[in-house]
């Protein structure tokens, strides 16, 4: 019910959407530690929170494997039978920053699929549980032609007058390098009903919307799934796509995050007395690799500066970095700052907003760009 999802969080998340609840927390909080405490998580609900009880619960594997199973909780569970695993991994919703896409020119105004996400809708847990490879494994292995794994969730939602069903998928080849688990804890603790629980999937490097919770079935397919959530949703358009030309065929799905970052502290608009010195927060991610550098600028990104290393966290394989910069400032008034991030692939990100943006106001991983007051 309503309480009992307050009292898995904080109780000052910032609410996105009331109903279904969408979550993220407030923003200079976010950054204080590498690791996200369970309350603070941001929570991202198409629909309904399912009731599922663990002692029942069994998660069924079909389709394009050998010896298609249902595997109860208690045996996935069984360390002679699967090895433990933790990983240290960020999910991050592509709807992140959204909010500055809705200012450039608001989209369709699907407020269930177009949720105003500010800087917090990305989060960092040691997830544990099993990789879905041993899963499958367990399964007999693949059949030939099993190229996407398909995902199931228990809950249902509602868009345009019709029922759905959570259901999206992921190449198998993802699976096959050990970065698609099935997590029951989270930070060593059991996965909170609100992000999954008994089971979720935890894709690292791909787009929240991957992590499919309160996962059920699990179904081995040719082709990327043919449900709606997968075909309709999570489409990146080209800027010259919108309501007169967007069908579901001219955008492409998006899987991997691409680098972006963001800067938590001070926040937008914020009018800041200081002594030639501003202290900027934030924190940095790459889907497909991790951050190696970070920059900020108090000029709207004509001079940058390089973030030293001790000023970052630790790098993790599937983790973001959080950083902070005291910027020397001798200017007085409204000033932009920015940041901007290079993986170890050498990505960085996309100048302006509207260089990147796009009908259903996804991935928002341009500059992060705030303006702040400055008294000297
Ligand atoms: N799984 C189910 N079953 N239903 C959902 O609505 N939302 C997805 C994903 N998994 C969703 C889901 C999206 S869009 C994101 S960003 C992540 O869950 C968010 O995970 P969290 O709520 O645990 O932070
Ligand atoms: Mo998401």
């Not at 032609?145 to 080849?173: I, L």
Request: charged share 25%.
């Amino acid at each position: 019910s309503w309480k009992y999802v307050l009292k898995e969080k904080s109780a000052d998340m910032i609410h996105v959407l009331q109903f279904p609840y969408n979550g993220e927390p407030p923003r200079g909080r976010l950054v204080e530690t590498e690791i996200t405490p369970n309350e603070d998580h941001f929570v991202r609900n198409h629909g309904g929170i399912p009731e599922i009880d663990p002692e029942e619960f069994f998660v069924d594997v079909e389709g394009l494997v050998n010896n298609p199973k249902k595997i109860s909780l208690k045996e996935l569970q069984d360390e002679s039978i699967f090895p433990r695993m933790s990983t240290t991994v960020t999910l991050q919703c592509s709807g992140t920053r959204r909010i500055e896409q809705i200012h450039e020119y608001p989209g369709d105004g699907d407020e269930l699929i177009n949720a105003p996400w500010g800087e917090g809708a990305i989060g960092t847990a040691k997830w544990t549980g099993v990789s879905l490879k041993k899963v499958i494994k367990y399964c007999g292995g693949l059949k030939e032609g099993g190229q996407h794994v398909e995902f199931f969730g228990a809950d249902t939602y509602f868009k345009k007058g019709q029922v759905y069903n959570y259901v999206v998928s992921v190449p198998t080849r993802k699976m096959k390098i050990n970065e698609v688990m099935l997590a029951w804890e989270m930070n060593d603790k059991p996965l909170p009903k609100i992000h999954g629980a008994p089971l979720r999937v935890v894709v690292f490097g791909y787009i929240g919307a991957r992590s499919v919770k309160w996962l059920y079935k699990i179904n081995v397919i040719e082709d990327p799934s043919m449900a709606p959530v997968q075909m309709k949703e999570y489409l990146y358009y080209s800027p010259q796509v919108g309501k007169h030309n967007a069908t579901y065929s001219n955008g492409f799905s998006i899987q991997t995050m691409p680098v972006s970052s963001a800067i938590m502290t001070p926040v937008n608009h914020d009018q800041i007395i200081h002594d030639g010195k501003i202290k900027l927060t934030g924190w940095a991610y790459s889907g497909s690799g991790w951050p190696e550098r970070v920059e900020v600028s108090g000029d709207g990104g004509s001079i940058w500066y390089e973030v030293p290393y001790n000023k970052m966290s630790r790098k993790y394989f599937h983790a973001w970095r959080i950083w902070e910069y005291e910027m020397p400032v001798d200017a007085e008034g409204w000033l932009e700052f920015c940041v901007r991030t290079w993986d170890n692939a050498l990505n960085t990100q996309p100048t302006y907003v509207r260089s990147a943006w796009n009908w259903d106001l996804h991935v928002t991983s341009s500059c992060h760009r705030i303006k702040i007051y400055s008294i000297n």
